[in-house]
């Protein structure tokens, strides 16, 4: 470990000649060292140690690291515009970064959310200097990573990130009122009310993700996606289970094994996008869910910054944390095919008794049904999982319990039950309107009683389709013990973490006007395929 010098502040300008500034922490050694560089939007100070060491830590391990604020945000200058510059800025900062004295010339790039995402653009550049990248929850496919899944507006973090770039903005411009106001929104989301974001923040790139709720031109050119095709750099990704882009994490990870010829890793623990910890929401994972990646990220720059055999190229290149069992697993690839189904049945009464829905491990032979209806005065509330603010797990009994939840129950397992990959939820189902959403949480039932939920998927319908319809839930890996039960919970809201469909209702400061009430059916049995796809794995 080396003594690291008192941090230094440097400039550099943009090809543009836009100033940007970074504070760097050195080694105090005469050696030349490699550059550790973070590009982001939030005060370079922070540096994203709400997941991370101090930049100092990973300067005493021999890396000269450079924290840059992003054009227009802290105290560099120019204009701020989400991701618009990051390409050409990222090029330029890097070959300044190669060139400072003490380097070696060789540049890793390390940071999560938005400076996970500089790193991508960072490499559409293909900067010589750059020679790895460690990003983590990110958006590979902005539109389906980021800014919607299964077609539905994902309102909380998209309201909530707007509002406080927005709030940021107004402080670096000396907007009191505004920055005021935006602070109150910040603390208390106008979910009901987002135009408050259009009288105080126009310019927000809010507007735009909510005025194009398709997969068109735009995400296209915004993704780093479209970037990345032509690009191959050892990388070593990041995710978490109940992070709202493990889609992006894992979209990119496997886009990059695919057709890399350089090493990808993949790790994945059991966090929500922040913090990463043993604590996800209101359950203790235990000592081994603290976050490994600080040591494991100075493995991977050793690696391929220093040529230090660190013994990496001879391990399993995918580690993940197997939620109750609560330890990480290695595998050598994520090609995993086993799906085991449950297939839903009921008496019809599933909205209103536990014991009324049921999962059998075989389709009943009688055609049966539920119906749902959906209120939107009083909505299904999100708790948990991975797309609102209360991400992880918690006890969702008491929602459960709601006459608008349609849940389905398992005998007791008589065996461990392990679970690695995507779950897949088939419902037959129609509605009285032309649009509808349904939400699915899949969960875990304790003997006494107690529901934790476990990954949950969401689909918006904008017009009658064809029927099973599909339900893509978050990725995981889990253990389910024993004893314990498995159940599928229905609902056609999950709000505010998705944005409510109102049938055409327009929402605004008074509420959601001429908002329609949705009767679905759900069909079960018999010639029906609603079923849970479950992705079965065993260890020896």
């Known amino acids: 470990m080396y003594k690291v010098l008192p941090k230094q502040t440097a400039s550099m300008y943009s090809r543009d000649g836009v100033r940007l500034d970074a504070d760097i922490y050195r080694p105090d050694a005469a050696d030349n060292f490699p550059v550790l560089l973070m590009r982001q939007p939030y005060g370079r100070a922070i540096a994203s140690t709400v997941v991370y060491a101090h930049p100092s830590w990973y300067a005493a391990h021999g890396y000269i690291v450079v924290i840059q604020d992003v054009r227009g945000r802290g105290t560099s200058a120019g204009e701020f515009k989400l991701f618009a510059h990051e390409i050409a800025d990222s090029e330029d900062t890097i070959y300044w970064a ?20 500089t790193q991508l653009y960072a490499a559409a550049a293909k900067p010589s200097a750059l020679k790895t990248i460690c990003p983590a929850m990110i958006g590979y496919d902005l539109y389906t990573d980021c800014a919607y899944e299964g077609g539905a507006f994902c309102l909380q973090t998209n309201l909530a990130w707007a509002i406080q770039l927005a709030t940021e903005t107004a402080r670096l411009q000396g907007d009191q009122t505004t920055y005021q106001a935006l602070f109150g929104a910040s603390r208390n989301l106008p979910v009901n009310s987002p135009e408050i974001l259009q009288q105080l923040a126009p310019e927000s790139f809010y507007h735009e993700w909510a005025a ?16 990345l095709q032509a690009v191959d750099l050892p990388m070593f990704h990041i995710g978490g289970w109940f992070d709202t882009y493990l889609r992006g994490t894992l979209h990119l990870y496997k886009d990059m094994a695919a057709r890399s010829i350089t090493p990808q890793h993949l790790l994945v623990g059991p966090w929500t996008h922040l913090p990463w910890s043993r604590k996800v929401g209101e359950v203790d994972f235990g000592a081994k869910a603290a976050s490994p990646v600080d040591r494991m990220q100075i493995r991977w720059f050793d690696q391929f910054l220093k040529d230090i055999d660190t013994g990496l190229l001879h391990e399993s290149c995918i580690c993940l944390f197997e939620m109750g ?7 050598p690839s994520l090609n995993i095919a086993n799906q085991k189904s449950y297939f839903l049945s009921t008496t019809g009464l599933a909205s209103i008794r536990e014991d009324s829905g049921t999962l059998r491990t075989h389709n009943t032979e009688f ?21 609102g603010l209360s991400a992880g797990v918690f006890e969702r009994s008491h929602l459960d319990c709601r006459s608008d939840v349609l849940t389905y129950t398992s005998q007791p397992l008589t065996a461990d039950l392990h679970l690695l990959g995507d779950v897949v939820v088939e419902i037959d189902c129609s509605a009285d309107q032309a649009s509808y959403d349904l939400c699915a949480v899949l969960s875990e039932l304790l003997p006494d009683g107690r529901v934790f939920n476990l990954t949950q998927g969401y689909v918006h319908c904008p017009q009658k389709i064809a029927v099973p319809l599909k339900i893509q839930l978050q990725t995981t890996c889990v253990r389910i013990a024993k004893g314990n039960a498995l159940r599928l919970s229905l609902s056609a809201a999950c709000f505010p973490a998705y944005a409510m469909n109102g049938n055409g209702a327009v929402m605004n400061s008074t509420g959601l006007l001429n908002a329609q009430i949705i009767t679905l059916t759900v069909l079960c049995g018999g010639d029906r395929s609603s079923q849970v796809l479950l992705p079965v ?3 020896n």
């Open 98 to 117: 190669a060139h400072l004295p003490g380097s070696n010339g060789k540049v890793g790039m390390y940071g999560f959310s938005y400076q996970g995402m």
């Open 212 to 227: 194009h709720p398709q997969p068109d031109a735009y995400w296209e050119e915004l993704s780093p996606k479209r970037h």
């Open 325 to 331: 069992s609560n330890m990480w697993r290695t595998f």
């Open 367 to 387: 055609s049966t049904q539920d119906v749902l209806v959906h209120d939107p005065w009083r909505p299904v509330p999100s708790l948990g999982g991975h797309a």
């Open 537 to 539: 794995v065993s260890f």
